[in-house]
């Protein structure tokens, strides 16, 4: 059974600061890695899917990289601001049918 | 639509009474996902429709939860004789097609409360 931990469960950070969120998992036999960004009370979105065959992903301030050997994933957020703050996720695919794992998350917090 | 809309936002019942929770996907996506999330949890996985058929109904908890696609749209969750333990947001989320390189697109929730 695929399990996923996300450490840490919580950061905190002043403005400015780059960071990484880390993720890692079980079974390395993935179809694909999505980051997705929560805020409180709401839906998620997502920032970030990563296919097995590839090694990252970059969109604005955010990178993710992917080692499947290893099973694990980070997310790079570059030059924190406050509007970053939210609780991070990661989720894996094993199937090929959409089907995803979720870590609990990563809760950050940027401070002005 | 533009998104996922999920109805209600919030439902509050009383345990043992039946809760229907409604999901409209992106117009089109033929994949859909029931997820469930419980305070400072992640998500997690309760069925995933290919169009009116439910194709992995592998996480649902136990038999007082079943889920209907009749139309290939819409999607409604049902929960009978409610537990407490039932109380958790809903989240619904859309596809294209269903396959693994797909970006799944979230609602923004139900918010069950079984007292």
């Known amino acids: 059974k695929q399990e996923v931990t996300q450490i840490p469960a919580a950061l905190s950070v002043p403005e400015g600061e780059n960071l990484v969120l880390n993720c890692s998992f079980t079974?390395?036999?993935?179809?694909?890695l999505q980051w997705f960004r929560q805020d409180p009370g709401k839906g998620l979105t997502s920032l970030l899917l990563?296919?097995?065959?590839?090694r990252e992903q970059t969109s604005g301030r955010l990178n993710a990289s992917l080692d499947k050997s290893s099973g694990r994933s980070t997310l790079y957020i570059a030059a924190s601001q406050p509007g970053d703050s939210a609780t991070y996720l990661c989720?894996?695919?094993?199937?090929?049918?959409?089907?995803?794992?979720f870590g609990d998350g990563t809760t950050l917090t940027v401070k002005p | 639509g533009a998104g996922v809309s999920q109805t209600p936002s919030n439902k509050v019942t009383e345990k043992g009474k039946y809760v229907e929770l409604r999901c409209d996907p992106i117009s089109g996506h033929t994949a859909l996902y029931w997820y469930r999330q419980s305070l400072g949890q992640g998500p997690e996985f309760l069925i995933y429709f290919q169009g009116t058929g439910a194709a992995d109904d592998s996480g649902l908890p136990n038999d007082r939860f079943f889920a209907v696609r009749p139309e290939g749209s819409v999607s409604t969750l049902k929960i009978q004789r409610t537990e407490r333990g039932d109380s958790a947001v809903y989240l619904c989320?859309?596809?294209?097609?269903?396959?693994?390189?797909?970006?799944?697109?979230f609602g923004p929730g139900t918010r069950l409360l079984v007292l």
């Open positions: 990563i296919q097995s065959s590839q």
């Open positions: 079974d390395s036999a993935i179809y694909n």
């Open positions: 989720a894996v695919t094993n199937t090929n049918a959409g089907k995803s794992t």
């Open positions: 989320a859309s596809s294209a097609l269903g396959g693994a390189g797909e970006t799944q697109y």
